[in-house]
Structures are given as C-alpha cells and as structure tokens.
C-alpha cells in the first residue's frame, strides 16, 4: 500500500495527492501531512481545513491557511478545541477577531480574540 501511495505522489503530484490519500486509512496521516506541508493552493488548503475529518489534517492546513474568513468560521465552529484555537491564533484581521469575540461559545477563543 504505502509503495501505491509514493508512487501516486510522483504520478499526480503533491495537490492531488492530500485528495487521493483523503479516502486512505487513517494509518497514512503521516503522508497527508506532508502533502499538505507542499500544498500552497488557497481553496484546496481551506477545503481540507473545513472538510477533513481528521482534527491534525485540519490543524496542518490552517498553518499555511490565509483566508481570514475561513479562520474565523474554523475558530467558531470547528468541533475540536486546538483547531479552533489554532484558527484563532492565526487571525490577523481585526473584525474577523471581532466576529470571532462576540460568537464563539469557546471562552479561551473569545479571549485569544479579544487580546489580539
């Protein structure tokens, strides 16, 4: 399996690669990550970060995630706490911050909001 995935890598590319390994066993989160690390897409970083069902797949797009808006809706509504502080911390918009203060029932994301 891993042998089929390296070589889809090299056949497809980076990009289409975070998609291919998307419907893979959780075993290859490891891969994904890196495949993530080279993706520079914009959509295709900010669909990964509100899609995926994997909370570190998600946490590794937002690193490189510059969509102040997606932040904002991953800091309010994702389900898992260290996405929705991570969004958070990398928000650099202040009424999207705003947005993010009056919103999220998360008090330690309303209060990374209102200090920023």
Known sequence: MK???IMASLVL???L???FMASIDSDLTFMR?????????QAILAKVAVEDNNAEIRREAIKRLN???VLGRLAIEDKADEV???????INDQVVLAKVATESKDYGVRKTA???
């Open 84 to 90: 929705r502080k991570l969004a958070v911390e990398s």
């Open 114 to 116: 209102i200090d920023k």
């Open 3 to 5: 042998k089929m995935i």
């Open 13 to 15: 590319g980076i990009g």
């Open 33 to 41: 990550r890196l495949a993530l690390m080279k993706e520079s897409d």
């Open 67 to 69: 969509d102040q808006d």
């Open 17 to 19: 690669l975070v998609f």
